[in-house]
């Protein structure tokens, strides 16, 4: 599915047209990130990060293999396992630092990725599937985060599998059987460990499936773009192939240079010292912390303090659950026609507000649960349940939209798009690049 | 559904013909052979589920016995039941006083001390070392370890105090530390599990 004016897969070399009769699989590439798949052609810096995530998970999955090529996923030796890894394996040091610090580049990509479809409307139709897919992925991803922060099985990935698994346990009634059916025992141990190595081995290929129909249902309608309104014209776009695979790849250069800063220079900054002691089933670390990219979450499930017809425990559990869950539903609870927060000046003061939102969410979730930190993750948690439960569909129905361009070509000639982003969206971060 | 007509099974040559005139026995068969399929899968799916569930060597550990003689009044030890924590305490008549003067009204799970002993051995508290909350293990047991604000346990990850009953009173864990099934064998032996 494309524009009509899309280029055509012709090749000429005899080879290529044996094999396109046979396997089109070059047209395949050719029409879905080649010159045959036309882009609006005002897309800026932040359409980077869908590759970017993809170019992450692949760094997942190579480390990730050769990794597995060295670790024994067995109680009694998973902690030496990983310590030879890192000091007798040829590289091991480098394999498993960049799988390690890639984890936390990968979800870094994807909340930007996220948030640039909050502020720019990609959930709206006809993209909602992509949407829908994009949060399977975002589970799928945090399930496979958290199962492979076990495997080193040192204090903070035992309390870690302790904690989480404690979750089900919240369930009334059969959450204590799931908890140790789950488990395969009664705490963490070998059979755990062996289940969530599989499962995190497996995982990343479902995420992969999952991507190709996330890319799949975003091609039948095409790319969105900044501006939010659809493609009307053939001047409007620009093939893929090489104008945004250029694009692509200056900013997966960047995001090579971050991730090999971190990687060389802090390579342990974003880890947990107490990960470092082997597990012990009897001692727990005086601060049980997740890894960053869970702290928002986290802070949401230690906000309920309080028994409300069904105890705290749970309505943390279920609270967490649904923050991400309602994410399904946002393509329905935003009923404004139009996309772009640029032309919606109430809907962009919110986002903004919830990006901040999300951030002391972050910094709650990571904090020790002292009391002050606990009331500002209520306050916070609160907050983010209203903003896509109450304010987003009042304010969609509410506001007034700031006119629209007629067509992209219109506003890229006449900088709407670029100009006017560069003053009201957002200060400090790249300008629209056309 | 062609090959069957053209094909038909052995036996009466009849039962061809009704067939093509009935389609309604056809369809029965097709429900017929997914159903047995269905049910199949399903047989099958038991043991891919089940085997994720407490294996034999696992479950083997579900029975600890314990000496309790070596315990003098106001210590406790920690033992591992289930591979998990297990605190046994000798009470102090002081603290078992304590846990007794709290009105039931005062608790957020109301039990008393009798309740979570055995009889006549009301000075022997057995519970989990596991912090009904997150699961973290709470401090107390061991010598010297903070016993929180109420002279039970103390919980170091989210702040639950226990008292000298192991009874939740303060913080955000919802239950009493659970209390494992478990008898004497001898005046001081017990069987955990």
Redesign the interface.
Known sequence: MSFPWAQHYAPKHPLMQWVDSRLPLPRFVYNAIGGGYPVPRNLNYFWNFGIMAGAALMIQIVTGIVLAMHYAANGAVAFDSVESIMRDVNAGWFLRYAHANGASMFLAVVYIHIFRGLYYGSYKAPREMVWLLGVVIFLLLMATAFMGYVLPWGQMSF?GA??IT?FFSAIPGIGETIR???L????P?N?ALN?FFSLHYLLPFVILGVIILHIWALHIPGSGNPTGVEVKAEQDTVPFHPYYTAKDGFGLGVFLIVFAALLFFAPNYLGHADNYIPAN????P???VPEWYFWPFYAIL?AF?V?FII???LWGVLAMFGSILLLFFLPWLDRSPVRSANFRPMYRTLFWVLVADVLVLGFCGGAP?EPAYIIASQIAAAYYFLHFLVLVPIVSALERPRPLPNSITEAVLEGKSGSRMRETAVTGAPAAAE | MATIDEVPPGGATGSHDDVIENPRRRDYLSIGAVAFAGVGVGVVALPLINQMSPSADVLALSTTELDLSAIEPGQAIKASFRKQPLFVRNLTPQEIEAANKVPLSDLRDPQSLAERTKEGKANWLVTLGVCTHLGCVPLGAGEGENKGPFGGYFCPCHGSAYDTAGRIRQGPAPLNLAVPDYSFTSDTTILVG
């Open positions: 309390w302790q904690v404690g140790i059916w789950l395969g025992g009664y705490a141990d059979a289940r089933p009897l001692s727990t005086a601060h049980i230690r303090t028994d105890p705290a425990k649960a």
